[in-house]
């Protein structure tokens, strides 16, 4: 029998400051780190592709306030702002875009295919859809450990016209797996509008043929954001089985730094950034609730711009790996 299906969500009642700075400060950090990423990118030190998350801040930063020791984040290239919001170390990161030893993945990563299980991230990956199979994978491994974890993973709006991310669903369902599936429609997947590259753009009711739930969210929105993902998380948890989440979002940048994004208008982009920045909304929420005055919001600017460009500093001087990493990591030695 199948499971209601939602395509709203309603207005959350979050009022915990510190939460809401939190969030602020991890927004914010994420958009001055892939902003200073991509300057460093135009410097030649970072090499090979480099996808930015300027504008999907609230999506990483909601979903990660609902992960639990445990649970796993999987997602695909576009991944920098994920580890950042799962808390990984702002230099180690920087350093693996550079490609240098004291890289989260000793520089044998880079941008798209860096990994931190200690963190729960168990990478970005660079195939288009692959990272929804693995995902799907974890979520049978909590399953059958029966530990109580959730899968939560990501993937985009290209992404979901992927043939195996329906045979993830049909197994997902069949088996109860506890995986959240979160779809960030940032609607250009590489190049090409969602409109034309999918006959169903509403990407949330793409499991209706499995029984999955699901529901559309405002990805721009921190708050209504980590609302939905509570209900997932909670449904998943539960022995529910999947859910899915697709995250109304935008990207500001083009789909990769090699993209000048002439597909679209500069007015378009304009719009969504004066209208629906998701940190200049959770800014403008947290002053009409009385939470934060400007000062203290210019104090975690500061904070944050200096953590950037010490990371910044120590990726660009940090030693490269040495030669012989070249034969390290090729086999697991058990």
């Known amino acids: 029998m199948g499971r209601p299906k939602t395509t709203k969500t309603s207005q959350p009642n979050?009022?915990?400051?510190?939460?809401?700075?939190?969030?602020?400060r991890s927004m914010l950090l994420i958009r001055r780190f892939e902003e200073r990423a991509g300057q460093l990118y135009g410097m030649g030190?970072?090499?090979?592709?480099?996808?930015l998350y300027i504008g999907q801040e609230a999506i990483a930063v909601g979903m990660q306030s609902v992960k639990q020791t445990g649970d796993q984040i999987i997602t695909g290239y576009r991944d920098h702002g994920?580890?950042?919001?799962a808390g990984m170390d702002p230099k180690s990161v920087m350093a693996e875009l550079t490609g240098r030893a004291a890289g989260v993945a000793r520089g044998k990563g880079g941008s798209m295919h860096m990994f931190d299980v200690e963190a729960g991230f168990f990478g970005g990956h660079g195939i288009v859809g692959a990272q929804v199979s693995l995902g799907t994978g974890l979520?049978?491994?909590?399953?059958y450990k029966e530990n109580g974890g959730v899968s939560f993973t990501y993937f985009g709006d290209g992404a979901a016209n992927q043939g195996q991310v329906y045979e993830c669903f049909n197994m997902?369902?069949?088996?109860?797996?506890?995986?959240?599936y979160v779809i960030e429609n940032n609607q250009y997947a590489m190049g090409t509008s969602v409109e034309?590259?999918?006959?169903?753009?509403?990407?949330?009711?793409?499991?209706?043929?499995?029984?999955?739930?699901?529901?559309?969210?405002?990805?721009?929105?921190?708050?209504?954001v980590r609302?939905?993902?509570?209900?997932?998380?909670?449904?998943?948890?539960?022995?529910?089985g999947p859910y899915i989440l697709e995250m109304k979002t935008?990207?500001?940048?083009?789909?990769?730094?090699?993209?000048?994004?002439k597909y679209r208008s500069r007015d378009e982009v304009d719009e969504v950034k004066k209208t629906r920045d998701p940190i200049d909304h959770l800014r403008e929420r947290m002053a009409a609730l009385g939470m934060a005055d400007e000062a203290a919001l210019k104090a975690i600017d500061a904070e944050v711009k200096k953590v950037v460009a010490d990371a910044a500093e120590f990726a660009r001087t940090a030693p490269e790996p040495d030669p012989s990493e070249l034969y390290t990591d090729v086999y697991l030695e058990a």
């Open 250 to 261: 935008y990207r500001y940048r083009g789909h990769s730094m090699s993209d000048p994004a």
């Open 82 to 85: 994920h580890m950042l919001a």
């Open 139 to 143: 979520a049978f491994a909590n399953r």
């Open 45 to 51: 030190l970072i090499g090979g592709f480099c996808h």
């Open 196 to 224: 034309r590259a999918s006959s169903e753009v509403q990407l949330f009711k793409r499991g209706l043929s499995f029984n999955i739930p699901g529901e559309q969210v405002d990805g721009m929105d921190v708050e209504a």
């Open 172 to 180: 997902a369902e069949l088996w109860r797996l506890p995986v959240v």
């Open 227 to 240: 609302a939905a993902g509570e209900r997932a998380a909670t449904h998943a948890r539960s022995g529910e």
């Open 14 to 24: 979050l009022t915990n400051t510190s939460q809401m700075l939190d969030w602020y």
